[in-house]
């Protein structure tokens, strides 16, 4: 069997374009999909795709860890940037999917599961609507409560707010005391026995990310992301060190490396790996293998496109580790007319049940796709009070 051809298909999702990778075989009608979605490096990633596929056309799809290794160390410069992961990620679960459907079986059986009966969903506030999550006010706990409410009466038990808002290296008590009005206002709405967490989106600085996770902390958060860019491992692991809530990071970290540094600082106790861009299932096993050893938990980040979620839930199905998988539905209208996806979800209690088609077991609509072409991702730009540059 050999790879004839490795494809992309871009699809225009508002906030981000999806990259769908479609690698074709010479068996007929043989063909996987994966996922390369990177926000605002469409292009970018596009072209790397191109590049790589010069090193795995004409080979055998069903040797992954062979063409991983080639993907990643050849071509002199190794796959740690983002966009060139990206484009391994995307390849690599297009060649899972190819070899679940060479065995009739789905991927998460390929790798040992099922492990579990079922995975909890948690939504983003507004369920992926852009501007509820990413653009209701700090100022406004009511409308957070209102919306913590609607994902309850939604059937999530748990969901992920933005309540910490942009804030300079250093700051008075008013971010801190908004960010606590908006925890304080949800854990209201919604009582004990829901799942509440944020996502500081790395906006705060290590002393910032230290008062807003210390000030939180009272309200028993499920987990408290990103309070620091990713690169400041060791104020990540003092964060940690600090409050009872898990930290939880690791959606920005492209390899293997980076993760066995992260959890060798203790820098969280929720490892969010991207298996769009931390190089696929192949090496998101090896990052688990790892995560196991640490006793830290997996709960993949995944506010992309379908793919993207049905290789989280494959890898779910295969990981004890794994805790809850992060999912969007509300995006985009259109987005069940691309897909058609092979688990079930309960709407009542938001749990997916595993799945027997093989692979990842998903079809992708390639007209309707085809509805929706590039268009420049909207811009989400930051400034400051002083106009100098934020973190989104
Ligand atoms: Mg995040």
Same mark, same amino acid.
């Given at each position: 069997?050999?790879?004839?051809?490795?494809? &992309? +298909?871009?699809? =225009?999702? !508002?906030?981000?374009?999806?990259?769908?990778?479609?690698?074709?075989?010479?068996?007929? @009608?043989?063909?996987?999909?994966?996922?390369? &979605? +990177?926000?605002? =490096?469409? !292009?970018?990633?596009?072209?790397?795709?191109?590049?790589?596929?010069?090193?795995?056309? @004409?080979?055998?799809?069903?040797?992954?860890?062979? +063409?991983?290794?080639?993907?990643?160390?050849?071509?002199?410069?190794?796959?740690?940037?983002?966009?060139?992961?990206?484009?391994?990620?995307?390849?690599?679960?297009?060649?899972?999917?190819?070899?679940?459907k060479v065995h009739g079986v789905p991927c998460h059986r390929l790798m040992g599961g099922p492990v579990r009966d079922q995975i909890r969903l948690y939504s983003h506030l507004g369920g992926g609507n852009m501007e509820q999550f990413y653009e209701t006010n700090v100022d406004n706990a009511q409308q957070f409560a209102e919306l913590a409410q609607k994902s309850v009466a939604d059937g999530f038990t748990a969901f992920k707010s933005m309540a910490v808002p942009p804030t300079m290296p250093v700051e008075g008590k008013k971010a801190v005391a908004a960010a606590e009005s908006c925890v304080a206002a949800m854990r209201e709405a919604v009582g004990p026995d829901i799942d509440i967490m944020v996502d500081c989106h790395a906006r705060p600085s290590p002393a910032m990310g230290m008062q807003f996770a210390k000030a939180l902390d009272p309200y028993g958060l499920y987990f408290f992301e990103e309070p620091c860019w990713p690169e400041n491992i060791q104020s990540l692991a003092d964060i940690n060190a600090a409050v009872t809530t898990p930290i939880a990071t690791g959606e920005r970290m492209t390899h293997l490396a980076q993760f066995r540094d992260l959890f060798a600082a203790r820098g969280c106790e929720i490892c969010q790996l991207d298996l769009t861009h931390c190089g696929g299932l192949s090496e998101a096993r090896r990052i688990a293998a790892l995560a196991d050893a640490h006793r830290i938990a997996l709960a993949p980040h995944n506010p992309q496109g379908p793919v993207s979620t049905a290789a989280s839930l494959e890898f779910g199905f295969s990981q004890p580790g794994y805790i809850i998988c992060e999912s969007v539905h509300n995006d985009v209208p259109w987005r069940q007319d691309i897909v058609d996806e092979g688990f079930e979800i309960d709407l009542a209690t938001r749990t997916v049940t595993p799945g027997d088609r093989p692979g990842l077991g998903i079809e992708i609509n390639e007209e309707e796709v085809n509805k929706h072409p590039f268009e420049q991702e909207l811009p989400q730009r930051v400034f400051y009070r002083d106009g100098a540059v934020g973190d989104w």
């Open positions: 069997m050999k790879i004839t051809a490795v494809e &992309t +298909l871009v699809c =225009h999702a !508002r906030m981000r374009n999806w990259i769908f990778v479609k690698v074709v075989t010479d068996q007929p @009608g043989l063909i996987g999909w994966g996922e390369a &979605t +990177l926000e605002w =490096h469409t !292009r970018a990633v596009v072209g790397a795709v191109e590049d790589l596929a010069e090193l795995i056309v @004409g080979q055998d799809p069903i040797r992954i860890e062979f +063409l991983w290794q080639m993907m990643w160390r050849q071509h002199f410069w190794h796959g740690t940037g983002v966009t060139r992961s990206t484009a391994i990620s995307g390849i690599d679960l297009a060649l899972w999917d190819i070899l679940g």
